[in-house]
C-alpha cells in the first residue's frame, strides 16, 4: 500500500507561482509513476502532469505546458508540482496520484483510472 499526501496550495494572484508537494509513504519502493490532476467546481477531473518514478520521464496537459513542471525526489518520496503564470482557469483542487504498474504509452499516466493511490487535494485559487 502507498498513501499519498498533498500540500502547498493557497490563493494567489493571476501571474504568481505556486509549488504543490505530494510526500508519497508506505511501499513508495514498488511506485512506478506519479501524477497531478485537478478538478474545478461543476467540471470533470483532469489530467495536469505526471513523472515517472524512476527516470527523467515527464508529461504534461497542453493547458499547463511551458508553465508547470513536475519533478520528485526519490530521496524522500517526494513529487512536487511548480505552477508558474498562474492563471484564473487554473483555479481547482488539485490531486497528487500515484501507481505501481508500469505502462508502454505515455498515453495511460494521462489518465486517472491508471492510478490506484489518491490524496485528498489540496485547493488552488488563483484571481483574476
Known amino acids: 500500500q502507498v498513501q499519498v499526501v498533498e500540500s502547498g496550495g493557497g490563493l494567489v494572484q493571476a501571474g504568481g507561482s505556486l509549488r504543490l508537494s505530494c510526500a508519497a509513504s508506505?511501499?513508495?519502493?514498488?511506485?512506478?509513476?506519479a501524477g497531478w490532476f485537478r478538478q474545478a467546481p461543476g467540471k470533470e477531473r483532469e489530467f495536469v502532469a505526471a513523472?515517472?518514478?524512476?527516470?527523467?520521464?515527464?508529461f504534461y496537459a497542453d493547458s499547463v505546458k511551458g508553465r508547470f513542471n513536475i519533478s520528485r525526489n526519490n530521496a524522500d518520496n517526494t513529487v512536487y508540482l511548480q505552477m508558474n503564470n498562474l492563471k484564473h482557469e487554473d483555479t481547482a483542487v488539485y490531486y497528487c496520484?500515484?501507481?505501481?504498474?508500469?505502462?508502454?504509452?505515455?498515453?495511460?499516466?494521462?489518465?486517472?483510472?491508471?492510478?490506484?493511490?489518491w490524496g485528498r487535494g489540496t485547493q488552488v485559487t488563483v484571481s483574476a
Open positions: 496520484a500515484a501507481t505501481t504498474l508500469a505502462y508502454p504509452s505515455e498515453n495511460y499516466y494521462r489518465v486517472a483510472r491508471t492510478y490506484a493511490y
Open positions: 508506505g511501499r513508495t519502493f514498488t511506485l512506478s509513476a
Open positions: 513523472a515517472k518514478w524512476r527516470g527523467s520521464s515527464t
